[in-house]
């Protein structure tokens, strides 16, 4: 299973960026699978900031809610997160995930800078 992050890039505070995920490999149960996205700053502990269900209910971080979105489309295989109002505590690598059954992709790089 590969997962292949995508849309980072470097924002000023209060923009917005839109980071993408596309899974492909042995992916037939890939509408079953909770998804999430991880991200990990520079000295600190990776945070899983919003994840999905197979049913599309999502959970967030308190310090992305109201400002984050995660969505999926299962007929494309693929799990988005819509990041608004950036700060600069936002800049991390963010990593796409399936929670279950546990499987990571390479990050995408967010830098939240003026």
């Known amino acids: 299973v590969q997962l292949q992050a995508s849309g980072g890039g470097s924002v000023q505070p209060g923009g917005s960026l839109r980071l993408s995920c596309a899974a492909s490999?042995?992916?037939?149960?890939?509408?079953?699978?909770?998804m999430g996205w991880y991200r990990q700053a520079p000295g600190k502990q990776r945070e899983l900031v919003a994840s999905i269900t197979r049913d599309g209910l999502t959970n967030y971080a308190d310090s992305v809610k109201g400002r984050f979105t995660i969505s999926r489309d299962n007929a494309n295989n693929r799990v988005y997160l819509e990041m608004n109002s950036l700060k600069r505590e936002d800049t991390a690598v963010y990593y796409c995930?399936?929670?279950?059954?546990?499987?990571w992709g390479q990050g995408t790089q967010v830098t939240v800078s003026s």
């Open positions: 490999g042995s992916i037939f149960w890939f509408s079953t699978w909770r």
């Open positions: 995930v399936a929670l279950t059954p546990n499987y």
